[in-house]
């Protein structure tokens, strides 16, 4: 039997180690489906692993490095080892391809965001004595007909990725390239997932995309420039809003969250469907980068200050009591003080519960190391970035202050890291809960009264079960 026909006889064990963002774990999941139909059965147990694959991150310098400190590590254990097959997939294996397999001389397979399905064939090229490499990106996969193994599952969240790619071109962001143009999945095999999902007992759902408001699929295509589609096609279309009422729908007793929204393109559409479901969760992750209109033009954002800030009101608007997070990035090419205050203020006003907040790593080959030099001194840029994390401390905790004497709907999803004897859950809004256990289970809903806060937990007692239908 060729290596390549699914297989029931003794399999061999695979180990993911993921690294990065949430669409990352997610591609693990489907990594993990394409091996289990191969034979390859995961492990979490790295020492029993035939088979090691890093799902690697490109997105700042850090990261590449430390993917780089474990695959010295590894090698060593290669050394004790040699049918050991290590494998660098994702992000950094797009963007290095073989100068991986030439630098890294006991990484054995290479492959990038798009090739997942040629997997159990590199493995078998390697088996044969070679080494395999497949970084070919591509506009229609989306492996959306595949069923995600769901790894180190707590079995109450799942991911679902919704579109693949990007074609913005920020121009600090690696993104575009290391994951190639942005296509849709078809709506009808999320809505199939999701009821899986539904029936395997899950509770919430976190659809992934990179520009989710950019989701469009039009009569039995990907995505494919709006204004070049025929009358029929339009009218057929399904964009982002009309997804999350479909998901909403199909599954009225899971919760629905979504990531990442772009400032550009969120609209009022989306954001009533979000309002007249209660089962939508009142969250939106809404990457500002900067508060300076010339910054954010320097990085290719497509928006203004005035424009981020409009989007934020309207959404205020329709959802009060939205909770909405950021991303920033401190120190990009060129940023004077006058402008890094101009980000410092616009946290205030918009009065972010959270972000997420990083000093500007310059990646090669992005037009922003092209067309700048990455002039900022690291000292002044990690000044300036713990400014930015101090002034979001300070929102964040007038946020979560707000929360202390009110009810909250709490999906439970774990032990809390502190004590085994409170639960740690979410609220609408996404931040963090934490809860005696009493005889709550794992997977309900509770209403909790919040009783105090850390600067993004909210601590308080169960006082019901709860409904979100
Ligand atoms: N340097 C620093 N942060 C970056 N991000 C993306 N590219 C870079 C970079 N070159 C941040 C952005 C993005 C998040 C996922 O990572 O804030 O929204
Ligand atoms: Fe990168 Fe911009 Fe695309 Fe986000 S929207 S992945 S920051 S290019």
Not at 144 to 155: A, I, T, W
Not at 272 to 301: D, F, T, W
Not at 381 to 403: F, H, M, P, W
Not at 447 to 466: D, P, W, Y
Request: net charge negative; with cysteine; glycine share 6%.
């Amino acid at each position: 039997m060729s290596t390549l026909e699914p297989t029931t006889a003794s399999s061999r064990k695979l180990y993911i180690e993921s690294y990065g963002c949430a669409m990352n774990f997610s591609d693990s999941e489907i990594i993990a489906s394409i091996m289990g139909e191969h034979g390859f059965e995961s492990t979490n147990q790295e020492e029993e692993a035939d088979v090691i694959f890093l799902n690697t991150c490109a997105i700042r310098d850090n990261a590449e490095q430390r993917i780089r400190t474990r695959l010295i590590h590894l090698r060593s254990n290669k050394k004790q080892n040699s049918d050991l097959i290590i494998g660098v997939l994702g992000c950094m294996a797009e963007r290095l391809k073989d100068k991986l397999l030439e630098e890294e001389k006991l990484v054995d397979v290479v492959a990038g965001p798009d090739s997942y399905r040629e997997l159990p064939k590199l493995v078998a090229e390697v088996d044969e004595g070679g080494r395999a490499i497949n970084v070919l990106l591509s506009r229609e996969e989306t492996y959306g007909d595949l069923n995600p193994v769901r790894l180190n599952s707590n079995g109450v969240n799942a991911f679902v990725s919704i579109m693949r790619g990007c074609d913005n071109m920020c121009s600090f962001c690696v993104v575009p390239f290391t994951r190639g143009r942005e296509r849709s999945r078809d709506p009808k095999s999320i809505i199939k997932e999701a009821i899986e999902l539904q029936n395997q007992g899950y509770k919430e759902l976190i659809l992934l995309g990179q520009n989710v408001d950019s989701f469009l699929w039009f009569g039995g295509g990907a995505k494919k420039d709006f204004k070049k589609l025929t009358e029929e096609e339009r009218n057929q279309s399904i964009d982002f809003a009309d997804l999350i009422e479909m998901v909403a729908q199909s599954v009225p007793n899971m919760r629905i969250r979504y990531s990442t929204s772009h400032p550009r393109d969120i609209n009022e559409k989306v954001v009533h469907v979000m309002a007249k479901y209660l089962n939508i969760c009142n969250y939106i992750h809404l990457p500002a980068q900067s508060g300076n209109s010339r910054v954010l033009e320097a990085m290719s954002r497509n928006y203004t200050r005035e424009w981020y800030m409009d989007k934020i009101t309207m959404i205020r608007n329709i959802i009060p009591d939205c909770g909405i997070s950021c991303d920033i990035i401190a120190g990009f090419c060129t940023e004077t003080e006058k402008e890094h205050k101009d980000t410092l203020s616009l946290i205030e006003w918009a009065k972010f519960d959270f972000s997420y907040m990083y000093k500007y790593s310059e990646r090669p080959g992005t037009p922003a190391a092209k067309k700048f030099t990455d002039d900022i001194p690291e000292d002044v840029k990690g000044r300036r970035l713990s400014e930015i994390i101090a002034i979001q401390n300070k929102v964040s905790k007038e946020k979560s202050t707000d929360y202390i004497g009110k009810e909250v709907i709490v999906l439970i999803e774990n032990s809390s890291k502190k004590s085994d004897q409170d639960w740690m859950g979410r609220n609408d809004q996404n931040l963090v809960v934490v809860f005696p256990k009493e005889s709550y289970k794992k997977g309900e809903f509770v209403k909790v009264l919040v009783e105090r806060c850390t600067t993004t937990t909210l601590i308080g007692k169960a006082i019901g079960i709860a409904s979100i239908s």
